[in-house]
């Protein structure tokens, strides 16, 4: 089992005084980095994540290692982090790989894939089915070393102007969107852009895009979506879970001592656990507050779900055929979601498609 892997499933476990003694931290050198998030501060959970990473790295190292973190736009972009890191410019950030799959599309399962693993799926691959190391062999190549640092959980399919009912209703429809997704509603005839978090609002506000999906309720209630598009769909079927990294530049990584990179992998554990659970906790009562607000809650009929069911594996196929990585990388991920999409529809799902019903019909 590799450092992360061990130090992973153990994070919860280890208090600080098994990372660094009073003793041995004063013998260590100070550290101090820059990092920058690709979101916003107002986002209290993405945001807050990569703050709480930064302030446990301290806290496990008695202060000696220090990252300074920057929410985005006050040093970098929201969509440069990777530049700025990988040319040194700042030593970390936060932020989700597949906002780089122009780069590479092979950066996009490592965030997310439509209709792909969920986030506990995720971890699994992560830690025990290749995923990490199939990640570090593209991160290098980008002179950046990755952790994986939160989740999202699965999150809701979008605010739109209008309903939207039938597969005709995308054609033209201006929707702001990530990774993959974006290609797999281009197929489907929409027109996807990809903005910045921070401009999201402004642009549904103007009219410059007709539908945009973000994250869930907690967010997209902190952004106020329902003040100008009143339709919100669900699922966001390709985003079953949305897996962030740590990333830093691989030379400041490096020159770390061992006990700086095992206090960056604990926080980074940490976070993965952590982040989701604020999400499982806040969304709910958002969900409810955007109703009481005004939201008409819809679900993506099935005729529009089994279009893009069609779509997407001719996407990832075709993708494939022309990216070897990707391809490989494909594979491997494919084999891991078929292995547990049969198990989860024994037991997890089993479970909840009867209890979910019964806790509202059975009396």
């Known amino acids: 089992m590799n450092r992360r892997s061990m130090v992973g499933a153990a994070a919860a476990a280890i208090p600080a005084a098994a990372i660094a ?28 994540t ?51 799959l122009g780069k590479e599309p092979g950066f996009a399962p490592f965030t997310a ?24 062999e593209l991160f290098r190549e980008y002179n950046i070393h990755g952790i ?21 209703q995308l054609r033209g429809l201006k929707f702001r969107i990530t990774g993959l997704a974006g290609q797999l509603f281009t197929r489907l005839g929409a027109a996807p852009t990809l903005i910045a978090p921070a401009d999201i609002y402004p642009s549904l506000e ?30 966001g079927f390709w985003e079953p879970g949305a897996r962030l990294h740590f990333i830093s530049n691989q030379r400041a990584y490096a020159a770390l001592p061992d006990l700086y990179k095992h206090a960056l992998d604990v926080a980074c554990a940490e976070a993965d656990s952590d982040m989701v659970a604020r999400y499982d906790h806040l969304n709910p009562q958002a969900l409810r507050r955007l109703v ?34 990707f391809a490989r990388i494909m594979e491997s991920y494919n084999r891991f979601r078929t292995e547990q999409f049969q198990w989860f529809r024994i037991a997890e799902n089993s479970y909840d498609n009867f209890a979910f019903s019964a806790a509202q019909t059975v009396r």
């Open 21 to 48: 003694t009073p003793a041995v931290a004063q013998a260590m050198p100070e550290v101090r980095w820059r990092a920058a998030s690709s979101f916003p501060r107002v986002f209290d959970v993405l945001y807050g």
């Open 50 to 100: 990569f703050d709480r990473i930064c302030a446990r790295v301290a806290q496990l190292t008695d202060g000696k290692f220090r990252i300074q973190p920057f929410p985005a736009g006050e040093i970098v972009g929201g969509l440069q982090v990777l530049d700025a890191v990988q040319a040194g410019t700042i030593e970390a950030g936060h932020t989700a790989a597949y906002y780089y």
């Open 113 to 136: 894939m439509c209709f792909g693993l969920n986030t506990r799926q995720m971890t699994a691959w992560f830690r025990h089915g290749g995923g990490n190391e199939l990640a570090a």
């Open 148 to 168: 994986t640092a939160g989740d999202t959980g699965a999150q809701m399919g979008g605010w739109f102007r209008n309903e939207i009912t039938s597969v005709d």
């Open 206 to 235: 103007r009219g410059v895009i007709d539908a945009a999906e973000f994250v869930g309720p907690h967010d997209d209630e902190r952004a106020n979506y329902v003040r100008v598009a009143r339709f919100y769909y669900a699922p």
């Open 292 to 325: 009481a607000a005004g939201a008409q809650l819809r679900f993506w009929p099935r005729p529009i779900l089994e279009a893009a069911w069609r779509a997407n594996e001719e996407m990832v196929a075709d993708i494939g055929r022309q990216n070897a990585r």
